[in-house]
């Protein structure tokens, strides 16, 4: 009898400790899983050190969360989800961390009930299932309250502690870890699919929106030419013509197929300018876009100043394929393709009787008075320009532009010399004749045109051209970036002297940054006749 009790006690502690066991492994397994499931966010303890494994953002859950349900939602559906998941990690973002900490807390919390519903068996506990179900709902709840709260009420940690509960319920009425981490890895692969696919999507239509001039645009170039066309001959001139040539002037140039930015630049130029009879704006543009800029500035000339226009075709000296020759296979971006952004390699050739030249292009604002870089000594180089090298990453350097393989390039540059930037620049012209730098242009480009030397553009052959004869200027003389960056703060915006809209998100485009259109915009009479015919607004 002894020994058969024993024999049943032992059997006992034998199974305990095997269901022991399996309750650490299915424990074990799930700490794995949460501490390996991918995410975009850092958490940041005191000190900013860093807190807890890597986790899913709040977007990234709601996909992974539904993954089968956002396969079939609407796309309207899908991008509401997507603005909704967007503020509340904005609202999320501005909690303190000790909060931020404990929501993100919750969203692990209801990622693990999702997955738990997903795989619950039929046969399993409605009770289980239906008290899950309501603390996904008071957790769900909790969220969307305390997002942007300075701390968590009372309530809060108790659902959180509730939840707690019922996850551990769940745990042991499913302890199949090994079953679930390889259902949850097949739900991120397909959402990281999905995100894929919409990145690529997004990608896309972004090139398609940047290439694409907005439909009130082409509406106001169709009604200026169509004017510019019934107007007599001799009404097409410009007044001051006598004053264009002057050396003791200031003289701006634009080289742009963009009416209304270029407005922006001369009406921004203007209003900063402490003596603004004194400019002279030069604007050279295509053949198509020459009668809709002449009439729009003959209909809003920018007085005091004096404006002076030509088309490309005026140019006779310019070889004869210059419009076509920048074409590239494969490329048609037209930042790229463009004989306008080659032209600022021609300067002397086009002015040839200026000594200096204030090139801007048509995607910057000026917020301060430019007059005192007719004053600056450019120390006998050809270039003032802007340096973006200082915040130190490679990508500001010279070979990431620029093929440092090819023998005549690692025998004449620096792999890691500073890149300038194109968008605000004074030439002084007497050195760049004396230097022959246009002829150094024509060398490198038959040399580019007859093996790969540098990325698409004007910006690498220019850091070429101009190797050496740059002069850096103060950074705050040219913010760059507002076309592609959110992140540029607005104290660093309004001191700059330009402000320049460089990459896709151009401010007359709808994808541009909202909160940097104003500084665009205020340089617009959108009262205007032919602004508002064509139903171009803010």
């Known amino acids: 009898m002894r020994a058969a009790g024993g024999g049943a006690a032992g059997r006992k502690e034998v199974t305990a400790l095997w269901m022991w066991l399996l309750l650490m492994a299915t424990a074990c397994g799930f700490v794995f899983l949460l501490l390996n499931l991918p995410d975009h966010r850092s958490r940041s303890g005191p000190g900013g050190e860093q807190t807890g494994g890597p986790q899913l953002s709040a977007k990234d859950k709601l996909q992974i969360g539904d993954v089968t349900k956002l396969n079939v939602l609407p796309d309207e559906i899908e991008g509401h989800a997507d603005e909704i998941a967007a503020e509340e990690d904005e609202r999320i973002s501005r909690s303190p961390p000790s909060t931020k900490e404990k929501i993100w807390m919750m969203q692990d ?58 996850l551990s319920k769940t745990q042991r009425a499913y302890p199949h870890c090994s079953h679930i981490s390889s259902k949850l890895r097949a739900m991120i692969y397909n959402s990281e699919e999905l995100v894929r696919a919409h990145q690529s999507e997004s990608s896309f239509l972004e090139q398609v929106a940047v290439r694409t001039l907005p439909k009130g645009h082409h509406c ?31 003289h701006y140039a634009i080289f742009s197929d963009n009416v209304l930015a270029s407005a922006v630049v001369i009406n921004s130029t203007i209003a900063a300018s402490k003596d603004p009879k004194r400019i002279v704006f030069h604007i050279v543009t295509d053949s198509l876009s020459f009668p809709a800029m002449t009439m729009w500035f003959l209909t809003n000339p920018p007085s005091p100043a004096t404006i002076h226009i030509k088309s ?20 048609r971006d037209p930042r790229y393709t463009s004989a306008l952004n080659h032209l600022r390699f021609y300067l002397p050739e086009v002015f040839p009787s200026l000594s ?35 915040s130190g990453k490679g990508y500001h350097q010279l070979d990431n532009l620029v093929n440092f ?26 050195e760049w004749r004396s230097k022959g730098l246009s002829a150094t242009y024509d060398k490198w480009f038959q040399a580019g045109k007859r093996r790969r030397l540098w990325k698409a553009g004007s910006l690498p052959v220019g850091q070429l051209v101009f190797y050496n004869q740059t002069v850096p200027l103060d950074h705050r003389w040219h913010v ?50 032919y602004l508002q015919q064509c139903n171009i607004h803010r």
Request: proline share 3%; charged share 30%.
């Open 109 to 166: 919390q209801l990622i693990m009930a999702r997955a738990y519903l997903q795989f619950a068996s039929s046969h399993g506990s409605a009770h289980l299932i239906r008290e899950l179900k309501m603390r996904m709902k008071e957790i769900e709840r909790a969220i969307s309250h305390s997002s942007g709260a300075s701390r968590l009420s009372g309530s809060v940690l108790q659902k959180m502690k509730a939840m707690e509960l019922a």
């Open 220 to 250: 106001l170039a169709m009604r200026l030419t169509s004017e510019y066309f019934s107007l007599d001959p001799k009404e097409r001139e410009f007044p001051k013509r006598s004053s264009m040539l002057m050396d003791d002037f200031h």
């Open 312 to 331: 490309l075709d005026e140019l006779k000296w310019l070889p004869a394929d210059f419009s076509s020759r920048f074409k590239q296979k494969g490329i």
């Open 356 to 390: 200096k030249v204030l090139l801007l292009d048509h995607d910057v604002v000026v917020q301060k008075d430019l007059s005192r870089f007719w004053e600056l000594d450019m120390k006998s180089k050809v270039n003032g320009a802007l340096e973006t090298c200082s």
């Open 405 to 430: 393989s090819d023998p005549s390039i690692i025998n004449k540059f620096e792999a890691k010399a500073c890149i300038f930037a194109f968008g605000m620049n004074i030439f002084d012209l007497k």
């Open 480 to 529: 760059l970036g507002l076309g592609r960056n959110s992140n540029t703060r607005r104290d660093e915006i309004e001191s700059a002297a330009v402000i320049h809209y460089s990459g896709n998100l151009k401010p007359w485009l709808e994808i541009s940054i909202p909160k940097y259109r104003d500084y665009w915009n205020r340089y617009l009479n959108y009262d205007n006749t």
